[in-house]
């Protein structure tokens, strides 16, 4: 891969005095594929990302672009466009932001306008960004990654700010980008905000990487679970522990390990228990990726 | 041919922005009215000696002084806290606004940015003092034709004079740069510009003329370096010993090797730091 379009994350560790942000993390992000980079508020997404980018030194570890770190890029902005925190002169408008951004990086200004068309902005290109919703930040802040039609694409925390309308917009343009056969590394605290655009994942918490692979891969991970409640819960459990069925007590009642609420509701009859409610749990995914960062947060 | 973008990229990020004219308007307004004010007041008197000297207890100006040259030099004894400022802003705006994340990802070699700063707030700074230059002559030109005195158009020394002083608000614009680059707090940079140009430097100035010791250091102070260079300022006039200021082409150094050190020193630090 010497095309500079893997990113390749090798023993990377960054320390700021005594708080180590990011520790001994290593992980690889292909091409062709939308790869989600996630963790919760503080888990060194960010930290890493700058790091990747030459923006900060790393303690120890290498981060580099098919082993080409940022700094040596031949020409930056072509082979990497990296949006980190929509920050813009806000004297300055989208159109000359873009210009300047375009001057620097040697490309042609005609690109200038062809950005703003790809991210649906033309008609604010003339604006001071001073006036910008954080959504429209976030735009022209991808629209300054598309001027060097880069092969690599890093953003940090993309769908942050943006209303229902852009958040479906930029989930069918990250596909697109990696359908063109691009890399796309996207950061975020949420999983459900990137589950339906990523294919790959690279979790962390406290610095640490707790898991890497496909998003389905964490599918199988996220067994379905069946929640009951009963206006008499001790008689309940005692139901559930008659049957065998393992459960815990949450605020909406017990969470069973049992995929079939048919099981559980059979459970709760033979006990002669009345329910008020019996479902199965759904949002099984982001259940998992918080049980994955509650366990590298625990490991600390 | 990168140090060039870099220098194109910066002019660029000055013209977009509205800074740039707003400091041009009030140092042509504030260069026209001390300039054209003054050598109003001062044709007045040298017509009228007895109502001035009734009205200011003493002739405003000791004899032998040309008054041109000094009217003229209001551009650059007063004008050069412009140049500084913008140079200034153009480093700590990227600081205050964090646009120097973009800037380092379009070119991760930040020597080459500051070098572009530098390079770019030298030719901003020369516009300046062309704009702070015309005014004063103009606006000095015609207070002293209108009372019948020497405008000094027509000799080389005023046109050699405007050309130094030109070269002085250049130098003053790369200062700006690197007191930019030594303290990136845009507030705290803004409040060392404006205390240390318009109270302390000048109160310095005065207070070392009393004493030949502290004369010849305070010589050395930037703006005592920058009117050496230009050859002229009314401070020379206001001050109270005859103290020798340095050469004009000693001035010029003294304000390059400023300019110099603090970008380099701040280069070395505050520009090579994490940008989080």
């Known amino acids: 891969m010497g095309d500079g379009t893997t990113i390749e994350i090798t023993g990377l560790t960054k320390r700021f005095g005594a708080v180590t942000a990011v520790d001994d993390l290593t992980f690889t992000v292909e091409p062709g594929r939308v790869?989600?980079?996630?963790?919760?508020?503080?888990?060194?997404?960010?930290?890493?990302?700058?790091?990747?980018?030459?923006?900060?030194?790393?303690?120890?570890?290498?981060?580099?672009?098919?082993?080409t770190v940022?700094?040596?890029?031949?020409?930056?902005?072509?082979?990497?466009?990296a949006a980190l925190d929509a920050a813009f002169h806000p004297g300055r408008t989208a159109r000359d932001h873009l210009r300047v951004t375009a001057t620097a990086a040697g490309i042609r200004s005609s690109r200038v306008d062809e950005v703003l068309e790809q991210v649906g902005m033309s008609e604010f290109a003339g604006r001071r960004v001073g006036g910008f919703s954080l959504g429209m930040r976030q735009r022209l802040a991808l629209a300054t990654t598309l001027l060097g039609d880069p092969r690599?694409?890093?953003?940090?925390?993309?769908?942050?700010?943006?209303?229902?309308?852009?958040?479906?917009?930029?989930?069918?343009?990250?596909?697109?980008?990696?359908?063109?056969g691009r890399t796309v590394l996207v950061s975020s605290h949420l999983l459900s905000e990137v589950q339906q655009s990523v294919d790959e994942v690279v979790i962390i918490s406290r610095g640490r990487l707790v898991r890497t692979g496909t998003l389905?891969?964490?599918?199988?991970?996220?067994?379905?679970?069946?929640?009951?409640?009963?206006?008499d819960r001790t008689r309940l459990?005692?139901?559930?522990?008659?049957?065998?069925?393992?459960?815990?007590?949450?605020?909406?009642?017990?969470?069973?390990?049992?995929?079939?609420?048919?099981?559980?509701?059979?459970?709760?009859?033979?006990?002669?228990v009345e329910l008020s409610s019996l479902h199965r749990l759904k949002s099984g995914l982001e259940e998992s990726f918080l049980a994955l960062v509650d366990e590298g947060a625990g490991a600390e | 041919m990168s140090i060039l973008r870099s220098v194109g990229t910066e002019f660029q990020k000055v013209l977009t922005t509205r800074m740039w004219w707003l400091l041009a308007i009030v140092l042509v307004g504030y260069v026209a009215l001390m300039s054209g004010g003054f050598g109003a007041f001062l044709g007045w008197a040298a017509e009228n000696p007895d109502a001035a000297a009734s009205a200011g207890g003493s002739t405003a100006i000791p004899p032998g002084v040309e008054l041109a040259p000094l009217l003229y030099s209001f551009a650059s004894s007063i004008g050069y806290v412009f140049p500084v400022l913008l140079g200034a802003l153009a480093v700590t705006t990227e600081f205050r606004h964090r646009t120097l994340t973009t800037t380092f990802l379009t070119e991760p070699r930040r020597t080459t940015v500051l070098a572009g700063k530098f390079v770019s707030q030298l030719?901003?700074?020369?516009?300046?003092?062309?704009?702070?230059?015309?005014?004063?002559?103009?606006?000095?030109?015609?207070?002293?034709?209108?009372?019948?005195?020497?405008?000094?158009?027509?000799?080389?020394?005023?046109?050699?004079?405007?050309?130094?002083?030109?070269?002085?608000?250049?130098?003053?614009?790369?200062?700006?740069?690197?007191?930019?680059?030594?303290?990136?707090?845009?507030?705290?940079?803004?409040?060392?510009?404006?205390a240390f140009t318009q109270f302390f430097e000048p109160v310095l100035r005065l207070v070392s003329t009393l004493n030949d010791v502290t004369a010849s250091i305070g010589r050395f102070l930037p703006g005592a370096a920058s009117d050496a260079l230009v050859g002229a300022s009314f401070y020379s006039v206001a001050s109270l010993g005859a103290a020798d200021s340095l050469e004009w082409w000693q001035g010029g150094l003294v304000l390059l090797g400023i300019a110099v050190v603090t970008t380099v020193v701040g280069g070395a630090t505050t520009w090579r730091r994490d940008v989080s």
């Open chain 2, 123 to 194: 030719v901003v700074g020369a516009a300046f003092g062309v704009m702070g230059f015309a005014t004063s002559v103009a606006a000095g030109a015609a207070a002293l034709a209108a009372f019948d005195l020497d405008t000094g158009l027509d000799s080389s020394d005023t046109w050699a004079l405007v050309g130094r002083g030109i070269l002085a608000m250049a130098l003053w614009g790369a200062i700006g740069v690197g007191l930019g680059a030594l303290v990136p707090n845009q507030v705290a940079a803004i409040v060392i510009v404006i």
């Open chain 1, 152 to 180: 690599v694409l890093v953003l940090d925390e993309p769908i942050n700010g943006l209303d229902p309308e852009g958040i479906r917009w930029i989930r069918g343009f990250l596909r697109s980008l990696a359908a063109d």
């Open chain 1, 216 to 231: 389905s891969s964490l599918e199988l991970d996220a067994s379905p679970r069946t929640v009951v409640d009963s206006p």
């Open chain 1, 237 to 272: 459990a005692a139901a559930l522990d008659q049957a065998g069925l393992d459960y815990a007590e949450g605020r909406s009642g017990f969470i069973v390990s049992e995929p079939d609420p048919g099981v559980v509701g059979h459970a709760a009859f033979v006990g002669g």
């Open chain 1, 35 to 67: 790869t989600g980079f996630l963790g919760p508020n503080g888990a060194g997404k960010t930290t890493t990302l700058r790091t990747l980018l030459g923006l900060e030194r790393p303690t120890a570890g290498t981060a580099t672009f098919g082993g």
């Open chain 1, 70 to 81: 940022y700094r040596d890029l031949e020409r930056p902005l072509e082979t990497v466009g």
